[in-house]
């Protein structure tokens, strides 16, 4: 009987794995505390573990589940910044879930911004105490406005769909232009014509901070910037002083530079001592969700029928399709 160490542990995770598990039968141990080499004890006598996007496996993790006998690490997501990859691939293989909802992150990066532009999330408030005032909620249209979309991979381009679904011009731009009827331009013309910018590219040192001070210097006063990839694609600091000088009109998040201690977790009791996210979460003009981008039933079912399958697979027969290598050059965030 195969043994997982599930951790990072949420009730959909259980819900949608149990489904799916019944026509595996694997033997599955849940934990919600993240992965690293101090937790990692957690699997012993396990014969796999799955990981989050923000549990650490690095170098002492994967030594400590190494020594454990760990034979597979099976990342229940598709990004996989958070792994040492380099270091892994001499002592345990890595396999991840390489596409599971692209709609899903899409939809969601849309429902960001049309929230935080007509102020949808505020109305709300304001009639549950029968407040029907429409002082402050004015938006614009999105039909006729320049969206840049940086990174065209499945998410980027359902992205781009439901953007022309409004109306809206695109502009991309990757380092591997792939889509046709795209105009695919250099990362400083985006910068200078996009009315919106939203990043679906994967989080690799080239693209740590791509944006950061000198680009939103580059971007139109007013834009929009939206997040739903991975956190610190934008510089956080930045971020906030170019909402606070007024250069950027609105930020949607679905991630955070420093996520990984607070996200997916309830702080409402704490006190949260990150000041920038403190201070970004008290502007009117940002709206941050909990990286919720992939939560559909549909997305989870894949998730769960993807990492099992991997798992099984290379029980059976040392199959690896969905491993994660060095010389691998695209990633689907």
């Given at each position: 009987?195969?043994?997982?160490?599930?951790?990072?542990?949420?009730?959909?995770?259980?819900?949608?794995?149990n489904?799916?598990n019944?026509?595996?039968?694997?033997?599955?141990?849940y934990?919600e505390?993240?992965?690293?080499?101090?937790?990692?004890?957690?699997?012993?006598?396990s014969?796999?573990?799955?990981?989050?996007?923000?549990?650490?496996?690095?170098?002492?993790?994967?030594?400590?589940?190494?020594?454990?006998?760990?034979?597979?690490?099976?990342?229940?997501?598709?990004?996989?910044?958070?792994?040492?990859?380099?270091?892994?691939?001499?002592?345990?293989?890595?396999?991840?879930?390489?596409?599971?909802?692209?709609?899903?992150?899409?939809?969601?990066?849309?429902?960001?911004?049309?929230t935080?532009?007509?102020?949808?999330h505020?109305?709300?408030?304001?009639?549950?105490?029968?407040?029907?005032?429409?002082?402050?909620?004015?938006?614009?249209?999105l039909?006729?406005?320049?969206?840049?979309?940086?990174?065209?991979g499945?998410?980027g381009?359902?992205?781009?769909?439901?953007?022309r679904?409004?109306?809206?011009?695109?502009?991309?731009?990757?380092?591997?232009?792939?889509?046709?009827?795209?105009?695919?331009?250099?990362?400083?013309?985006?910068?200078?014509?996009?009315?919106?910018?939203?990043?679906?590219?994967?989080?690799?040192?080239?693209?740590?901070?791509?944006?950061?001070?000198?680009?939103?210097?580059?971007?139109?006063?007013g834009?929009?910037?939206?997040?739903?990839?991975?956190?610190?694609?934008?510089d956080?600091?930045a971020?906030?002083?170019?909402?606070?000088?007024?250069k950027?009109?609105?930020?949607?998040?679905?991630?955070?530079?420093?996520?990984?201690?607070?996200?997916?977790?309830?702080?409402?009791?704490?006190?949260?001592?990150?000041?920038?996210?403190?201070?970004?979460?008290?502007?009117?003009n940002?709206?941050?969700?909990?990286?919720?981008?992939?939560?559909?039933g549909e997305?989870?079912?894949?998730?769960?029928?993807?990492?099992?399958?991997n798992?099984?697979?290379f029980?059976?027969?040392?199959?690896?399709?969905?491993?994660?290598?060095?010389?691998?050059?695209?990633?689907?965030v």
């Open positions: 009987m195969i043994t997982i160490s599930f951790y990072d542990t949420k009730p959909y995770d259980k819900k949608y794995f489904i799916i019944e026509q595996y039968g694997f033997t599955i141990n934990f505390t993240k992965l690293s080499a101090r937790t990692a004890k957690l699997a012993e006598g014969d796999a573990v799955c990981a989050f996007v923000n549990d650490d496996v690095s170098a002492p993790t994967i030594d400590a589940l190494h020594k454990l006998g760990i034979k597979i690490i099976a990342m229940r997501c598709a990004g996989y910044n958070n792994v040492d990859i380099r270091y892994a691939q001499d002592k345990i293989p890595v396999v991840r879930v390489p596409a599971y909802s692209p709609h899903a992150v899409a939809e969601h990066a849309m429902a960001l911004l049309l935080l532009n007509r102020r949808i505020k109305a709300f408030l304001r009639t549950r105490d029968f407040n029907f005032s429409l002082n402050g909620l004015t938006g614009f249209d039909y006729g406005k320049t969206v840049g979309v940086v990174g065209t499945k998410i381009s359902a992205f781009i769909d439901i953007c679904g409004f109306g809206m011009k695109v502009l991309a731009y990757d380092v591997f232009p792939n889509l046709d009827g795209v105009e695919y331009v250099d990362m400083e013309t985006l910068l200078k014509r996009s009315d919106l910018i939203s990043l679906h590219c994967p989080l690799t040192p080239s693209t740590r901070h791509i944006i950061n001070a000198k680009s939103i210097d580059k971007m139109k006063k834009v929009f910037i939206v997040n739903t990839s991975r956190g610190a694609l934008i956080s600091e971020l906030l002083y170019g909402l606070l000088n007024e950027l009109g609105g930020a949607c998040l679905d991630v955070y530079e420093e996520e990984s201690d607070l996200f997916y977790e309830d702080n409402s009791a704490t006190i949260v001592k990150d000041d920038i996210l403190s201070r970004l979460i008290c502007l009117p940002v709206i941050v969700t909990s990286h919720q981008g992939f939560l559909t997305a989870l079912t894949n998730i769960a029928s993807t990492t099992l399958e798992i099984s697979e029980f059976a027969d040392g199959s690896l399709d969905n491993q994660i290598l060095m010389n691998f050059s695209k990633n689907t």
